[in-house]
């Protein structure tokens, strides 16, 4: 079982940064793939960035450029750096880990929620 906390939300200004954090607790976290969502009332949670257990890194089209993810095995952390943050860009950001092997499990954060806003 793995649990999972997010912290670094928060309002902000349009051009403005945050930095999201991701803590897990469990052993083995190099095992997951991790990545960040964000949902927004009425629209469909959608993710933002990824990076598997290898390494390799996938971004939403919207965020290439602006967004940085992250990972601290030794830690079990995840981190997601936005930098010149938009509106578009306010919904509640989860965090999310899974693995196949040897069958499907993913767990889910509790979600922060970021505001762009001026």
């Known amino acids: 079982q793995e649990q999972l906390m997010e912290s670094g939300g928060g309002l902000v200004q349009p051009g403005g940064s945050l930095r999201l954090s991701c803590s897990g607790s469990g052993s083995g976290f190099n095992r997951y793939s991790t990545g960040w969502y964000r949902q927004d009332p009425g629209i469909q949670r959608e993710l933002v960035a990824q990076i598997n257990s290898g390494g390799a890194i996938y971004y939403v089209d919207s965020v290439k450029g602006r967004f940085t993810i992250s990972r601290d095995n030794a830690n079990n952390m995840v981190y997601l750096q936005m930098n010149n943050l938009r509106p578009e860009d306010t919904a509640v950001y989860y965090c999310?880990?899974?693995?196949?092997?040897?069958?499907?499990?993913?767990?889910w954060g509790q979600g922060t929620r970021v505001t762009v806003s001026s």
């Open positions: 999310n880990v899974w693995t196949s092997t040897p069958r499907f499990v993913d767990y």
